[in-house]
T-cell receptor
Framework: GAGVSQSPSNKVTEKGKDVELRCDPI?????LYWYRQSLGQGLEFLIY????????KSGLPSDRFSAERTGGSVSTLTIQRTQQEDSAVYLC????????????FGPGTRLLVL | GENVEQHPSTLSVQEGDSAVIKCTYS??????FPWYKQELGKGPQLIID?????GEKKDQRIAVTLNKTAKHFSLHITETQPEDSAVYFC???????????FGTGTSLTVIP
């Protein structure tokens, strides 16, 4: 079946511009995570959505970062006024439900801020 | 919060040899420990996991061991093959929590 998809696969932008990254989770998965992976580093938790509950935003690094999940499915991560340190791979993962720990990751969006 | 440390950062082994990657965690409330394999240009993929009520779990050539007292867990790959070459990440999570805490990854190279 279809896995987690992310778009775009690559994004190059200029410092100060806004970017939107999209994640399509596996159909029926109620839990959705966003992570940031910097070069040579582990995965840094950004935000977690579970069904209709308020998202856990505790990992967002600054108020330039925001995310929403419409209709409990597709999610968009927005970075405003991008900085060079925002350059990284942004990964999305979904799981069937809270308490079901198996996460399925998308291929990621590689963001480069010039 | 939780702090997960992973060693080594790089590992090279001859094909057919075993590879061992170790992780330590700081929060004794963590009770779920997955391992992920990430190939170049792809997202991480779960390869094996273990919960704190179990000391060891095996799946063909892959095994994971957990020492709750010492707060460390390890990934063991036997009879390594070139296709095992990838970056491996460990993680820790509390069942009641939302966050997974990841190690910094181990780049494994299996030399044919």
């Amino acid at each position: 079946g279809a896995g987690v998809s992310q778009s775009p696969s690559n994004k190059v932008t200029e410092k100060g511009k806004d970017v939107e990254l999209r994640c399509d989770p596996i159909s029926g998965h109620t839990a959705l995570y966003w992570y940031r992976q910097s070069l040579g580093q582990g995965l840094e938790f950004l935000i977690y959505f579970q069904g209709n509950s308020a998202p856990d935003k505790s990992g967002l690094p600054s108020d330039r970062f925001s995310a929403e999940r419409t209709g409990g499915s597709v999610s968009t991560l927005t970075i405003q006024r991008t900085q060079q340190e925002d350059s990284a791979v942004y990964l999305c993962a979904s799981s069937l439900q809270r308490g079901e720990e198996t996460q399925y990751f998308g291929p990621g969006t590689r963001l480069l801020v010039l | 919060g939780e702090n997960v440390e992973q060693h080594p950062s790089t590992l090279s082994v001859q094909e057919g040899d075993s590879a061992v990657i170790k992780c330590t965690y700081s929060d004794s409330a963590s009770n779920y420990f997955p391992w992920y394999k990430q190939e170049l240009g792809k997202g991480p993929q779960l390869i094996i996991d273990i919960r704190s009520n179990v000391g060891e779990k095996k799946d063909q050539r892959i095994a994971v061991t957990l020492n709750k007292t010492a707060k460390h867990f390890s990934l063991h790959i036997t009879e390594t093959q070139p296709e095992d070459s990838a970056v491996y990440f460990c993680a820790a999570k509390k069942v009641a929590g939302n966050q997974f805490y990841f190690g910094t990854g181990t780049s494994l190279t299996v030399i044919p």
